[in-house]
């Protein structure tokens, strides 16, 4: 998690000065659906649509709402935690004073449960406790809901963020404090008619709208048929790359992997991104600058999964980031201090603009196909 935070900093240092930030585009935050009548019973609620909100090209984040009457939340819909939860009014002034906090005592559906919880983030940590309540997605309520109220947050450039809390999207696994992830209770409850979800992300100055779609998938979102590859961890959405390759040089083995919707660019071992980036441009503080008015030249990079190549082009991997008057061009390649035993690659939202991806809990497997 929060790799996202590393990267924005390193490149608000290269730039000696805060990065343009773009307003955001107004935006209808009511809840909006597939094919639901909200006459019927719960059952009937099968597909979900919840529209994702840009941080410029950084971060994709929705609007939820937790308790009756519902108070809303901006979270982050993390693939690489399991953990759900958001600032509470107790929260310590010091690190929550900008963000929406949830008071329980306003609330007729909160069920108190107090259990302590620390969890730690590889670029920080969170306390709180437990408590329970109804919680809203795009317009479907999901009882009984387990989160955190976190009491104390220390986040690594959190002055970047621009959302209140983290909806983890993992299976069910010991580390998540005896919480059941949302996907897993919406299921257990019968919200849906399977385990599954999947991103549609989109650029900032795309007109499209960026959606997470629960409960299945949108073919009329991607091009031809999804790509599966088996989910090799039983906790995480880790699956294995049969290899990287960019012109006539082959890399990452059999490695493995994760697509990480908290992280923005794509992160492998010092090597290969090395290796990667001789081919982009040079270094600067740490950071691979491109030659602007050439990145049109670079070379494709292929990542074969499940026996297909997926192609990221100079347009997909390049970074353009505006400082006044002047356009600086980045890779979208780190390499960087990774967490506990964590996949040898992360394959950010750079991936994830490119390709549409389905993560099926049902069947342990993750997929993909080129994005509309």
Request: aromatic letters at 14%; a negative charge; proline letters at 5%.
């Amino acid at each position: 998690m929060f790799q996202l935070f590393v990267a924005v900093a390193i490149l608000s240092v290269l730039i000696n000065a805060e990065l343009q930030r773009i307003p955001l585009h107004e935006i209808n935050f009511t809840g909006r659906s597939i094919g639901i009548d909200h006459r019927r019973s719960r059952s009937a609620f099968t597909v979900i649509k919840e529209y994702l909100i840009h941080d410029i090209d950084f971060a994709y984040y929705g609007i939820i709402s937790i308790g009756t009457p519902p108070q809303k939340f901006k979270v982050l819909f993390a693939t690489s935690s399991p953990h759900f939860w958001v600032p509470s009014i107790n929260c310590d002034f010091s690190t929550c004073y900008k963000y929406n906090k949830y008071d329980g005592t306003k609330s007729d559906t909160y069920v108190q449960d107090d259990t302590p919880v620390d969890i730690e983030y590889n670029n920080g940590d969170l306390s709180g406790y437990l408590s329970g309540d109804t919680m809203n997605i795009a317009g479907l309520d999901v009882p009984h809901q387990i989160f955190v109220e976190a009491t104390r947050i220390q986040r690594y450039s959190s002055h970047l963020m621009k959302y209140d809390g983290i909806l983890g999207m993992c299976y069910p696994i010991r580390t998540a404090e005896g919480t059941i992830p949302v996907l897993t209770n919406m299921n257990q409850q019968n919200l849906l008619s399977k385990p599954v979800f999947s991103f549609y992300l989109k650029r900032y100055s795309s007109p499209v709208d960026s959606e997470l779609i629960i409960g299945g998938s949108d073919p009329d979102l991607y091009n031809g048929e999804l790509t599966y590859v088996p989910v090799t961890n039983d906790g995480y959405w880790h699956f294995m790359i049969n290899r990287i390759y960019i012109r006539h040089s082959t890399m990452c083995l059999h490695c493995e992997a994760i697509i990480d919707t908290s992280t923005s660019q794509i992160i492998g071992p010092s090597i290969e991104i090395e290796a990667i980036n001789r081919y982009i441009g040079f270094e600067i503080n740490g950071v691979t600058i491109a030659d602007c008015n050439k990145i049109y030249n670079l070379p494709s990079i292929y990542f074969d999964l499940g026996g297909k190549s997926f192609e990221l082009t100079s347009e997909d991997y390049i970074i353009k980031l505006k400082r006044y008057n002047h356009t600086i061009c980045t890779s979208a390649f780190i390499d960087t201090v990774l967490y506990e035993n964590s996949p040898t690659w992360i394959l950010g939202n750079v991936f994830l603009r490119r390709y549409y991806t389905e993560f099926d809990m049902r069947n342990n497997q993750v997929g993909f196909a080129p994005a509309k």
